[in-house]
């Protein structure tokens, strides 16, 4: 039996998996995907400025770092699994019936994040085509390019930072007039002479020699454009996708409702990152790194009370 099975195996999972390994806590952690890192594989190449300590710091090193620091412990981790059952038994425990067997458990850590990703696609005459991409690999693909990015979102704006200095013309499309984004960063890419087109939406694609050709129709007054590229990148963000647990915990569209500890609507399975929901929650890392490092501790406590007698009420 484990003490504990994280599943998702992101960045949150795999900080939270160093944690329970450095406190001798027995972990295995189940990934559905056949890679780490989660989201952050969306945008290796950006820096990221919001992580304390670092000024800056390449996503792919961040990554990197988390499984380097994981991988000291020896971890138990496996890839391509999907939790078809669970079942909680009478002593409490859990039963996880995946693709890869089944496995038995005190305590439940979910960091499944928005889900697998599942982008929100551009269904317009034209696509799919090569030449449009839902998320960006490798920015230097598109060096001395023309490139669109579809969306309002912060991710989209991210993505339109980071080309920006790199593609030879990048083009924000944004269906409203407001952006979702941070005001500031959107500002970033206006003084970096980035080119934004709102309101308007994609009708149809079309494509000639080495180009492509975007049908654009104002949202408000039905004017159409064109707008011609070389690539496109469309960031809607990921369509929602729901799980076993889904159905077990109380749940709302934007992730699984926990209490102060973290803890979903059933004792024993916690939840951190952006899967999780509450008042304030912000899905950034800095307060899902924060939520998996309280959910440790509370595991350990409950798991090893005598380990922990001063400060933690066991019996909760
Ligand atoms: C373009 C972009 C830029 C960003 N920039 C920043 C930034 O500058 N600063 C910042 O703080 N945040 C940023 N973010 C947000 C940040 O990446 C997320 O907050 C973070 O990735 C959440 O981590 P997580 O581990 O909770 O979830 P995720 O990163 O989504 O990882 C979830 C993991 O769980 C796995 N999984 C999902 N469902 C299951 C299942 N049923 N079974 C098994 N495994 C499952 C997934 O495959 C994935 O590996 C950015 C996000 C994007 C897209």
Redesign the pocket.
């Known amino acids: 039996m484990y003490d504990l099975i994280i599943?998702?195996?992101?960045?949150?999972?795999m900080y939270a998996s160093t944690l329970s390994l450095s406190r001798g806590i027995k972990t295995l952690v189940?990934?559905?995907?056949q890679i780490?890192?989660?989201?952050?594989n969306?945008?290796l190449s950006?820096d990221?400025?919001?992580i304390p300590g670092y000024v800056s710091i390449k996503c792919e090193t961040l990554k990197e770092n988390l499984y380097k620091a994981l991988s000291s412990y020896n971890p138990e981790i496996i890839y391509n699994?999907?939790?078809m059952k669970v079942n909680i038994n009478e002593d409490q425990t859990f039963l996880l019936e995946t693709n890869n067997g089944s496995f038995v458990t005190k305590k439940i850590l979910l960091?499944?994040?928005?889900?697998?990703y599942n982008p929100i696609t551009l269904d317009i005459d034209g696509m799919p085509n090569k030449k449009v991409s839902y998320k960006l690999d490798n920015p230097y693909i598109y060096k001395n390019k023309d490139v669109a990015i579809f969306g309002g979102g912060?991710?989209a704006v991210?993505?339109a930072n980071l080309l920006v200095s790199i593609a030879k013309k990048v083009t924000l499309v944004h269906r409203r007039n407001d952006f979702r984004a941070k005001s500031e960063n959107v500002n970033t890419f206006l003084n970096n002479l980035g080119n934004i087109i709102k309101p308007y939406v994609a009708l149809k694609l079309t494509e000639n020699e080495n180009k492509i050709n975007f049908v654009l129709e104002n949202a408000g007054t039905k004017e159409k454009i064109n707008l011609e590229v070389d690539n496109a990148i469309v960031y809607f963000g990921s369509a929602s996708n729901t799980?076993v647990f889904t159905n077990i915990l109380d749940y709302d569209p934007s992730g699984f409702k926990v209490n102060s500890a973290c803890e979903s609507s059933v004792k024993g399975i916690f939840v951190?990152?952006?899967?999780c929901l509450y008042l304030g929650k912000n899905?950034?890392?800095?307060s899902?790194f924060g939520e998996a490092s309280n959910i440790i501790y509370t595991i350990d406590c409950q798991i090893n009370p005598n380990k922990h007698i001063s400060n933690f009420n066991s019996k909760k």
């Open positions: 599943i998702g195996a992101g960045p949150i999972g189940l990934e559905s995907t780490y890192g989660g989201q952050l969306l945008y950006k990221i400025l919001d699994t999907e939790i960091t499944t994040g928005a889900g697998k912060d991710s991210d993505m799980n951190a990152g952006n899967a899905k950034n890392l800095a899902g």
